[in-house]
T-cell receptor
Framework: DVKVTQSSRYLVKRTGEKVFLECVQDMDHENMFWYRQDPGLGLRLIYFSYDVKMKEKGDIPEGYSVSREKKERFSLILESASTNQTSMYLC?????????????FGPGTRLTVL | DAKTTQPNSMESNEEEPVHLPCNHSTISGTDYIHWYRQLPSQGPEYVIHGLTSNVNNRMASLAIAEDRKSSTLILHRATLRDAAVYYCILRDWNNDMRFGAGTRLTVKP
């Protein structure tokens, strides 16, 4: 089974702090994604990566950056956390970019910024 | 972007079939129809997908209308563990996977 793990299930940070959210997948997938999920807004794509050191902006990249130094690891960085970044963050991976391909999600990190 | 419309919520009794509808009247000829579900406190998980023909797998069946403007996810015998939010998603060649609000399925014992 594909496994996507995220470094924390719950995280509490203060405004202005730098925050790292880590995601690791164990199936040698090419593509990795970061979403945030908010009530009433569904899942929104922040960034994705289709190869090591490659990244593409999603729908809401402002205030975030990403890093993919190794194929299995995709990090989401909040350079200076703000309260409006309080959300559930979901990481996903997929084998290819084909539109019939499946995305596998991690359990999510619930981030609270005080 | 092609959009989907789903009921906000549905209820089912345990061990009865459930039909979850999805309307996608602006679907294009190359859009795939994907279904995911999200159990409480978990990330979404893949359920099934199809293009034109009906599809079956161990989790569910997907019935796609002939004009492709709607589809129905069928859970043949709902269990309490099927209580989740079910998302119907269209994927196009931009590889977008846009999750809407989904349908919250409640399964009553």
């Amino acid at each position: 089974d594909v496994k996507v793990t995220q470094s924390s299930r719950y995280l509490v940070k203060r405004t202005g702090e730098k925050v790292f959210l880590e995601c690791v997948q164990d199936m040698d997938h090419e593509n990795m994604f970061w979403y945030r999920q908010d009530p009433g807004l569904g899942l929104r794509l922040i960034y994705f990566s289709y190869d090591v050191k490659m990244k593409e902006k999603g729908d809401i990249p402002e205030g975030y950056s990403v890093s993919r130094e190794k194929k299995e690891r995709f990090s989401l960085i909040l350079e200076s956390a703000s309260t409006n970044q309080t959300s559930m963050y979901l990481c996903a991976s997929s084998l290819s970019t084909g539109i019939s391909d499946t995305q596998y999600f991690g359990p999510g990190t619930r981030l609270t910024v005080l | 972007d092609a959009k989907t419309t789903q009921p906000n919520s549905m209820e089912s009794n345990e061990e009865e079939p459930v039909h979850l509808p999805c309307n996608h009247s602006t679907i294009s000829g190359t859009d795939y129809i994907h279904w995911y579900r999200q159990l409480p406190s978990q990330g979404p998980e893949y359920v099934i997908h199809g293009l034109t023909s009906n599809v079956n797998n161990r989790m569910a069946s997907l019935a796609i209308a002939e004009d492709r403007k709607s589809s129905t996810l069928i859970l043949h015998r709902a269990t309490l563990r099927d209580a989740a939010v079910y998302y119907c998603i269209l994927r196009d060649w931009n590889n977008d996977m846009r999750f809407g609000a989904g349908t919250r399925l409640t399964v009553k014992p």
